[in-house]
């Protein structure tokens, strides 16, 4: 089992839908990251959080740190957010460091 | 601000050969990180570097894989020599320090034929 699970894998929606992605873990983490990267193009880093809500635009991020849960919302969904979302979990070990340990993404189609 | 740099953007060559990625990270930043992201998969973290020190490099094939920071800002990372499997996207990211928000360059594609 996957200790960061994504769902769902795959996500068609229609143009101005609500969307969800949801970010399920499994470990102690430090901070959990939502990151977006669009086909052939380098990966942007949209929120990190360690507790509570963050909105910036169209996109909210929660994380629920005793259920170890994070959802990914966008509103008013645009063709362009057409991407893959990663949720990444940092993880503290030897000491100050830290490391990011990937969920596999969700694929988010938008249409028209 | 500018971004993590990185060179080349795409690179193909035969197996058995070498080849080599810079990376640039975000003025100040004292961790940087090298990441293989093969398709359809996450990114992979390949080694993680804290100013010029070595953090971790547990999932670098150490046979055919190497890299360095000499001097604590930009960073080389080597195939040698490169296999098919090794085809993938090399992401170079820095953080002002580990748990920091993370920031990738746009990646370079190696494709081994």
């Known amino acids: 089992k996957n200790e960061v699970e994504q769902s769902p894998q795959n996500l068609t929606a229609q143009e101005g839908e609500f969307i969800t992605i949801n970010c399920s873990y499994s470990?102690?983490?430090?901070?959990l990251h939502w990151l977006q990267q669009h086909p052939g193009g380098g990966i942007v880093s949209l929120f990190m959080?360690?507790?509570g809500k963050k909105k910036h635009g169209r996109l909210i991020a929660t994380i629920n740190i005793q259920e170890k849960h994070s959802s990914l919302h966008i509103t008013a969904s645009h063709p362009r957010d057409s991407a893959v979302y990663i949720c990444a979990v940092g993880v503290r070990y030897g000491g100050a460091t830290n490391k990011l340990i990937f969920g596999t993404g969700t694929l988010l189609a938008v249409q028209p | 601000e500018a971004g993590v740099a990185q060179s080349p953007r795409y690179k193909i060559i035969e197996k058995r050969q070498s080849v080599a990625f810079w990376c640039n990270p975000i003025s100040g930043h004292a961790t940087l990180y090298w990441y293989q992201q093969i398709l359809g998969q996450g990114p992979k973290l390949l080694i993680q570097f804290q100013n010029n020190g070595v953090v971790d490099d547990s999932q670098l094939p150490k046979d055919r894989f190497s890299a360095e920071r000499l001097k604590g800002v930009d960073s080389t990372l080597k195939i040698q020599p490169a296999k098919l499997e090794d085809s993938a996207v090399y992401l170079c990211?820095?953080?002002?320090?580990?748990?920091?928000?993370?920031?990738f360059g746009e990646g370079s594609w190696l494709t081994v034929v």
């Open positions: 470990v102690g983490i430090s901070a």
């Open positions: 959080l360690s507790s």
């Open positions: 990211a820095s953080s002002l320090f580990p748990a920091h928000t993370i920031y």
